[in-house]
């Protein structure tokens, strides 16, 4: 089983930037990051396959960046103007049953992962 660890998350204004990590004890061709506000349910924020294709939630686009360092096994989720909406509890995702970029993708839109970490909270204040 891979294990997850995210770090990064923090309290920041509106219009502020802020880096997730997360590091994983294995090979996963679908990675990603899902977040989850409390009485809301999850919603997928951004994936990448290990071809690196990235995929990303609609409200997210041209603000956030995924990417992953293959020798490190590391993830990231880079964030930039952040707004008060992107308040939630961020956790970093992987799935193993899927090979594909469009299931990959699939994943993401269904925040569908088969595991993930613990979360880092992310608050952003307006």
């Known amino acids: 089983q891979v294990r997850l660890v995210e770090s990064g998350g923090g309290s920041v204004q509106a219009g502020g930037s802020l880096r997730l990590s997360c590091t994983a004890s294995?090979?996963?061709?679908?990675m990603g990051w899902f977040r989850q506000a409390p009485g809301k349910e999850r919603e997928g924020v951004a994936a990448?396959?290990?071809?690196?294709?990235?995929f990303y939630e609609d409200s997210v686009k041209g603000r956030f960046t995924i990417s992953q360092d293959n020798a490190e096994n590391t993830l990231y989720l880079q964030m930039n103007s952040l707004k008060p909406e992107d308040t939630a509890m961020y956790y970093c995702?992987?799935?193993?049953?899927?090979?594909?970029?469009?299931?990959?993708?699939?994943?993401?839109?269904?925040?569908?992962?088969?595991?993930w970490g613990q979360g880092t909270q992310v608050t952003v204040s307006s």
């Open positions: 294995g090979y996963t061709y679908c």
């Open positions: 990448i396959d290990k071809d690196g294709s990235t």
């Open positions: 995702a992987e799935d193993r049953t899927v090979f594909t970029g469009e299931e990959c993708a699939h994943v993401l839109a269904l925040a569908d992962f088969g595991d």
